[in-house]
């Protein structure tokens, strides 16, 4: 059998193993909440919540979808036109032409373009923002976090870059294969490195000093059979008046992370609460589960890439005479486009499913719901969340239940989903 053939049966693996992997680790039978519940819920949130989130959000959607609209158009243009291998064969003629410049240069041209035209509606956004006083970043600030994350992505991009076309290079028959393992490679150590190398370039990290919400804390934690290496304090307030925590890292590396505003804003029942649903993803090793499923889905992307590759019809039309080539570029991310906007909703489903069993684990580990479903309200109040998005939107790119959906749940928990917090509407004794 001849390398396409080769490749078509891992395809096939690949796919079976992703859908057993989807099948068996997603937790895809969860109860939700009834629409009786949902519209209880509704009616506690203060109405000025409700419409301060949905006016942000309506303010928000233009820079959103035309973010959307220009990401899909520009590697569209690039890949299924010779556009794109016209400008990588431009840079690499400074160097003769040669594959390795034109791999890493000429994809670092292609891939920092697409960066300058994001930066319009990142712009507009953050003026969004800013306008909400959910972001309390200066101008200058936002420039050096932006400058950071674009210096990651330089020296990701490179080294990228240069191990795929290399293999490419000296493998033309079978890169996909060695591509493959190699992407699933990256995706675990990403993994592992990310929280140890990549968050401390935007945050400044401290330890939680010491006293009985620290020790609430790491109790709850090792009640729950999920050891920390440490709590710390992240200083988010020098970007976002929005609340939040996070359980980072696998192993070793494990520690959970308290935004400094939630620290200020919440009370430390609502902490706890935020830090247990926290604690629900690493119970249910939600991230190795997703490392497992990003690692397979990525080595199935690099063999269908090369399949796609076979397309003498797709080669003309990007002006390519190989998909292995790095003037083949464009095309490369052109197909990621559009498969990223297929796989997208599917993602956001996983997403929000494993969401809901960390909040219902949140609510068995903490036997608190009225802190939870108060929690929700205050985060819903803080980060100017729409608490009932439009339902097409929360389908396909909604990452968590909406608010409603989860304060629902808490009430649910307690066996009244018609309880109300006190002093919300409709709120009893």
């Known amino acids: 059998m001849e390398a396409p053939g080769w490749a078509l049966l891992a395809l096939v693996a690949l796919a079976v193993a992703l859908t057993v ?3 068996t680790l997603v937790p895809w039978r969860l109860p939700m909440p009834t629409r009786a519940a949902r519209a209880a819920a509704l009616r ?3 109405k000025d919540v409700v419409s301060r989130g949905r006016a942000l959000h309506a303010a928000l ?3 959103s979808y035309g973010s959307l609209l220009v990401g899909l158009a520009a590697p569209l243009l690039l890949g299924f036109t010779p556009t794109g291998a016209r400008i990588v064969a431009r840079v690499g003629q400074a160097f003769s032409g040669h594959w390795l410049a034109e791999a890493v240069l000429g994809g670092l041209v292609i891939l920092a373009g697409l960066w300058v035209l994001s930066l319009p ?5 953050h003026t969004v923002l800013r306008r909400y006083g959910l972001s309390t970043q200066s101008w200058g600030g936002w420039v050096v976090d932006l400058l950071k994350g674009g210096g990651v992505g330089l020296v990701a991009g490179a080294l990228v870059l240069a191990v795929f076309y290399t293999l490419a290079h000296f493998s033309p028959d079978w890169w996909w294969a060695f591509g493959a393992v190699s992407a699933a490679a990256l995706v675990v150590l990403l993994s592992f490195v990310f929280p140890v190398l990549v968050e401390p370039v935007f945050n400044t990290f401290s330890p939680m000093p010491a006293g009985p919400l620290r020790d609430e804390l790491a109790g709850m934690a090792a009640r729950d059979g999920v050891p920390v290496r440490d709590v710390l304090v992240a200083d988010a307030s020098r970007r976002t008046t929005g609340l939040n925590a996070y359980v980072s890292g696998i192993g070793a590396t494990r520690r959970i992370v308290v935004y400094d505003t939630l620290l200020r804003e919440a009370p430390p029942g609502e902490v706890s609460s935020v830090v247990a649903h926290e604690l629900g993803h690493a119970k249910a090793r939600d991230t190795e589960m997703g490392t497992l499923l990003g690692a397979t889905g990525a080595a ?9 590759g076979q397309s003498d019809a797709l080669l003309r039309r990007a002006g390519v005479d190989s998909i292995s080539s ?3 570029i464009g095309l490369v991310l052109a197909v990621a486009a559009v498969a990223g ?3 997208g909703p599917v993602q956001s489903l996983v997403s929000r499913r494993v969401e809901a069993r960390a909040d219902q684990h949140a609510l068995r580990l903490t036997g608190e719901p009225e802190q939870f479903a108060a929690m929700q309200l205050r985060l819903a109040a803080t980060n100017i969340a729409d ?14 239940p909406d608010t409603v959906e989860r304060i629902a749940a808490a009430r649910e928990a307690t066996g009244n989903p018609s309880h109300g917090l006190p002093g919300s509407p409709g709120a009893t004794a």
């Open 300 to 308: 199935a992307a690099l063999v269908s890439l090369y399949l796609l």
């Open 21 to 23: 992997e989807a099948v």
């Open 44 to 46: 506690e949130v203060p």
């Open 387 to 400: 608490v009932q998005p439009p339902r097409l939107e929360h389908l396909l790119f909604s990452s968590h």
């Open 61 to 63: 959607r233009p820079s």
């Open 326 to 328: 790095p003037r083949a």
């Open 341 to 343: 906007l297929v796989t």
């Open 121 to 125: 509606f990142a712009a507009w956004r």
